[in-house]
């Protein structure tokens, strides 16, 4: 099937949102879960900004004190563990386009995910049957390695998404004129 230069052009800029839309989210999402303790105890609309966003993340996130580092005697917003995933989900959007073109459909092969996933949950379950008690090094790490890989299955996929959606309604429209 042979792309046209307008339709690639479409595409290209459809790909381009879908990946600076990530890194956005990701890099705002991330400074969020630094905030959250920066402003925690300075009173007034900082304190309640605080107290917001240690709620927003609460949805996701246990935020246990003892599982979770600190910044001047706060918790961050979330977990160590949680903390390195959205640290690595950023770095992977950020160095997704030195492996990939920004309007790739292609996801790498998913024994990748399913390993990184499996150190994950090998690491949650070894701790909670007692086997092994996990550490601030062994969440942080399996955290980030889920996180990392993220991007460049989710990328890929939201951008064949929107490539789907936007030639279904580009036919639609060509079947009304």
């Not at 903390?83 to 690595?88: H, R, T």
Request: charged content about 10%; hydrophobic content about 45%.
């Amino acid at each position: 099937m042979n792309i046209s230069p307008h339709n690639h052009h479409i595409e290209m800029n459809l790909a381009k949102k879908v990946y600076f839309t990530f890194l956005i989210t990701s890099f705002i999402w991330c400074i969020l879960i630094i905030l959250a303790p920066v402003f925690a105890g300075n009173g007034g609309t900082e304190e309640n900004f605080s107290r917001f966003i240690y709620i927003f993340f609460s949805s996701v996130c246990h935020q246990e004190d003892g599982r979770s580092f600190h910044i001047a005697g706060h918790i961050l917003g979330v977990c160590s563990r949680c903390l390195w995933v959205y640290i690595g989900f950023f770095i992977g959007i950020s160095l997704y386009p030195l492996k990939y073109k920004l309007n790739n459909t292609d996801s790498p092969n998913l024994w990748i995910l399913f390993s990184v996933s499996f150190l994950m949950f090998l690491d949650v379950f070894l701790d909670m049957t007692g086997i092994f008690i996990n550490t601030f090094f062994s969440r942080s790490v399996t955290g980030f390695l889920v996180g990392f890989t993220l991007p460049f299955y989710l990328i890929p996929g939201f951008v064949k998404f929107f490539y789907e959606i936007n030639s279904f309604l580009r036919n639609k429209m060509s079947y009304k004129n």
